[in-house]
């Protein structure tokens, strides 16, 4: 079973390096971490602190969209293109093809990270701002990035591309803004919203606890819990994705 998802997986990331969107998105995202140095010169306030700030948030911006577009569109090009059908006709089962496209773009997604932190630390470099807490920062966007992969690979098996696509950045908007629910909670009189706050509260993705951008950039010290505690969310929310995925294909019509 592993070598059959090893297979799939090192498949996708060779057609995934060849897409052209990627590389678009990633000279986006160095001209956007190198800009940082322009905007600090700018913009009231510490150069230290816009420089981290706004490179984070180019890393972040950028690895959603390759997690969104090149996740889906690898995932329902087979689909459109018929190669899926070549692919079952072997000894492989729609679950492992499922996972192993999901692998694939966790590859994809490692080193687009990588070239983008290497390029991100160089800049820092030269204006003397490295900051090992970063590492820890870039790592918990990645956990997001993996989470949004498996959101984009679900929606993939579940719609058409471009309502794929829509309903998985809606999802990391939201997932952003969940701590809003707690607050409508509060302000509700009403038993059975707030009932449902919570329960959307506990079902849509927190993507929060990937996210400590505010906390590296001003100096708060971050604890071990915070990182093992979304460490073990990525797991079993994403868990819980991928098997929703892998079910939802394995009933899937293929026409």
């Not at 690898?74 to 492989?92: F, G, Q």
């Not at 470099?125 to 989470?147: E, R, S, T």
């Not at 990525?234 to 892998?246: E, F, I, N, P, Q």
Request: aromatic residues 10%; positive net charge.
């Amino acid at each position: 079973m592993l070598a059959r998802i090893n297979a799939i997986a090192l498949n996708t990331f060779r057609e995934a390096i060849r897409h052209r969107i990627l590389y678009l998105l990633l000279i986006f995202a160095v001209v956007m971490i190198s800009f940082a140095q322009i905007l600090s010169l700018l913009t009231v306030g510490s150069e230290e602190k816009v420089i981290k700030d706004f490179g984070l948030a180019s890393i972040d911006l950028f690895g959603v969209l390759t997690a969104v577009f090149i996740g889906i569109g690898l995932v329902s090009r087979e689909i459109e293109r018929r190669t899926v059908y070549t692919l079952l006709t072997k000894p492989l089962h729609r679950f492992e093809f499922v996972l192993g496209k999901f692998a694939g773009l966790a590859i994809t997604l490692l080193v687009n990270t990588g070239v983008m932190t290497l390029w991100f630390f160089l800049v820092l470099l030269i204006k003397g701002m490295l900051d090992g807490a970063l590492v820890i920062a870039i790592l918990l966007l990645f956990f997001q990035f993996l989470l949004i992969t498996a959101l984009a690979v679900l929606f993939s098996c579940l719609s058409t591309p471009i309502l794929a696509s829509v309903l998985t950045l809606a999802l990391y908007v939201v997932g952003h803004l969940l701590w809003s629910l707690d607050l409508l909670a509060a302000r509700l009189t009403s038993a059975s919203g707030r009932a449902l706050c919570r329960a959307l509260y506990f079902v849509l993705p927190n993507l929060g606890n990937f996210d400590i951008k505010g906390e590296v950039v001003h100096g708060v010290a971050i604890g071990g819990s915070r990182v093992g505690w979304a460490s073990l969310y990525l797991v079993l929310y994403g868990s819980a994705v991928l098997w929703t995925a892998c079910a939802i294909f394995e009933r899937k019509e293929l026409q």
